[in-house]
């Protein structure tokens, strides 16, 4: 009995130690350093940092349940860019291509769909293998309205193949880039706060009278920049047909970097 009790106080020290190394792996603790936290609870002999890396190898699972979970059909929007993170070997250090796709319910719950790491970049290829991968868990966009992507090329083709009817809106502060880039960087300040306007309207009638008033103002001198957003303004206008509420929220990808912006904060202090 007493042998059987001690076995059950053991068990429950190491699910806690697993637990507690789990939470500090997700707040992004570096596994030396969680090394440092639990050997005066565990003793030195106790913890490594090779024990701590195979507890934290749990999370595999978790992360492959994610990725296979079935996904209901409940998405009206989604919104896909692919993000870079740096990652190491023990030889070198290269930046990998993430394609992220994050989803609005028919509820207006927002929840990150999936994400997929690629070795080919934002090729069509890659975008169309990761859509399709979501397309038979289950997401088959038969309540899809709208995807909000930038102007890859590849994405573009790829969403347009798999989700054929749903309407596309451009992201602005990848425009906004675009067009800023075309212009000299005395001017690129006053060209794009002149841009912004357009978006801010009140409408997409008063958006229009905005964007004529910008195009009149510099279309002698920064042509390729008035040209560049005049080539995609039908679908950098697509979110005034939504609901007033979803304006904001769907007019960029921003969404997608500020979620990741927190996992590239907490990956940093791991490698």
């Given at each position: 009995?007493?042998?059987?009790?001690s076995?059950?106080?053991?068990?429950?020290?190491?699910e806690?130690?697993d637990?507690?190394?789990?939470e500090?792996?997700?707040?992004?603790?570096?596994?030396?350093?969680?090394?440092?936290?639990?050997?005066?609870?565990?003793?030195?002999?106790?913890?490594?940092?090779?024990?701590?890396?195979?507890?934290?190898?749990?999370?595999d699972?978790?992360?492959?349940?994610?990725?296979?979970?079935?996904?209901?059909?409940?998405?009206?929007?989604?919104?896909?860019?692919?993000?870079?993170?740096?990652?190491?070997s023990?030889?070198?250090?290269?930046?990998?291509?993430?394609?992220?796709?994050?989803?609005?319910?028919?509820?207006?719950?927002?929840?990150?769909?999936?994400?997929?790491?690629?070795?080919?970049?934002?090729?069509?290829?890659?975008?169309?293998?990761f859509?399709?991968?979501l397309?038979?868990?289950?997401?088959?966009?038969?309540?899809?309205?709208?995807?909000?992507?930038?102007?890859?090329?590849?994405?573009?083709?790829?969403?347009?193949?798999?989700?054929?009817?749903?309407?596309?809106?451009?992201?602005?502060?990848?425009?906004?880039?675009?067009?800023a880039?075309?212009?000299?960087?005395?001017?690129?300040?006053?060209?794009?706060?002149?841009?912004?306007?357009?978006?801010?309207a009140?409408?997409?009638?008063?958006?229009?009278?905005?964007y004529k008033?910008?195009?009149?103002?510099?279309?002698?001198?920064?042509?390729?920049?008035?040209?560049c957003?005049?080539?995609d303004?039908?679908?950098?206008?697509?979110?005034?047909?939504?609901?007033?509420?979803?304006?904001?929220?769907?007019?960029t990808?921003?969404?997608?970097?500020?979620?990741?912006?927190?996992?590239?904060?907490r990956?940093?202090?791991?490698?």
């Amino acid at each position: 009995m007493i042998e059987f009790k001690s076995i059950k106080r053991y068990q429950r020290k190491a699910e806690d130690v697993d637990r507690m190394v789990l939470e500090m792996f997700l707040a992004g603790v570096s596994t030396r350093r969680v090394k440092e936290v639990l050997e005066p609870i565990l003793g030195e002999e106790e913890i490594s940092a090779t024990t701590v890396s195979k507890i934290s190898k749990i999370l595999d699972d978790m992360v492959f349940k994610f990725h296979n979970r079935r996904l209901k059909d409940e998405y009206e929007y989604l919104i896909l860019d692919g993000l870079y993170l740096n990652a190491k070997s023990p030889v070198y250090k290269r930046r990998r291509c993430i394609l992220v796709c994050y989803g609005i319910k028919e509820n207006g719950k927002k929840e990150l769909v999936d994400f997929y790491l690629t070795k080919k970049g934002e090729s069509q290829e890659s975008w169309e293998h990761f859509l399709n991968i979501l397309y038979h868990r289950g997401l088959e966009g038969k309540n899809l309205v709208l995807a909000v992507i930038d102007g890859n090329r590849g994405l573009d083709n790829a969403v347009r193949f798999i989700y054929p009817l749903i309407k596309i809106q451009r992201c602005w502060v990848h425009k906004l880039r675009n067009v800023a880039n075309k212009c000299p960087r005395k001017l690129q300040e006053e060209v794009i706060r002149g841009a912004r306007e357009i978006y801010s309207a009140e409408g997409k009638n008063k958006a229009l009278q905005a964007y004529k008033a910008w195009q009149d103002r510099w279309r002698d001198i920064v042509p390729d920049a008035v040209e560049c957003l005049e080539r995609d303004l039908e679908e950098l206008l697509t979110f005034y047909s939504l609901p007033e509420g979803y304006w904001k929220k769907l007019r960029t990808t921003n969404i997608i970097e500020r979620v990741f912006r927190e996992v590239r904060r907490r990956a940093r202090p791991m490698s």
